[in-house]
């Protein structure tokens, strides 16, 4: 084979991997920590965080505390749905045409949220979260109730989740590097009502307990009290 050929060849291969790596890196990763790393629960109580070049101190873990049971529960696991409307900054958790919960929550701002269609493979009580850069860098212990989502478009390594924030109160505005941010006491109020069933501090969905659908939409408008999601 010539010379010319195997110029040819290589430089079609590496134009291959530029575009490869070019798709992976349409999102960035919600949450550099995670995304580097397997998912676990970390506790760093007494360790001081950084967000908008603050410093943050987290509340508190009770590493011997760490699940709280939730007893006579007879909810309908498969009719729960969790909306969240990017331009009203509004989480919706429904079970069926009952609604749940309605607050306040923060999406990106230094990421967007990407919009689509989700569910809840992993929950995670507490665990560590840093990423950004320069002036929006962040590294923040203890993040409390995190529900992490993926769909076949975001894959599980993004990071993005639905969590609690204590490092901010300024619900109903964009706060986040692409999760949604919510009030600790929702987030808690959240983590215990969707699936997959809490059984450890770290619980995964199964075949048996699938996770939760979460619709995040760029609008919701309500039909006969029931959200649609608008593209």
Known sequence: ???STYIIILFCLISFELLWLESKQTLPCANSKTCANSLEVMIDNGKQGIFLGQAIWPPQVNKNNLLKTVLGDT??????????????????????????????????????????????????RATRMSGGSGADAYDLPNVPFNMFIYNNKVSKDRGYALHG??????????????????????????YNWVSPATVKPTTYESGDDPGTIVSICNKIEFTAGNPVCLE
């Open 165 to 190: 924030a204590y490092w901010h109160n300024n619900f109903g505005h964009e706060m986040s590097h692409g999760c949604v941010n919510l009030r600790s006491v929702d987030a808690e109020q959240l």
């Open 75 to 124: 909810s309908d696991q498969a009719s729960k749905h969790i909306y969240v409307d990017l331009d009203k900054q509004t989480l919706y958790a429904f079970e069926g045409d009952q609604l749940f919960l309605q607050t306040l929550v923060s999406t990106g701002l230094w990421g967007r949220t990407p919009p689509g269609e989700y569910h809840i493979w992993v929950k995670i």
């Open 1 to 3: 084979m010539r010379q």
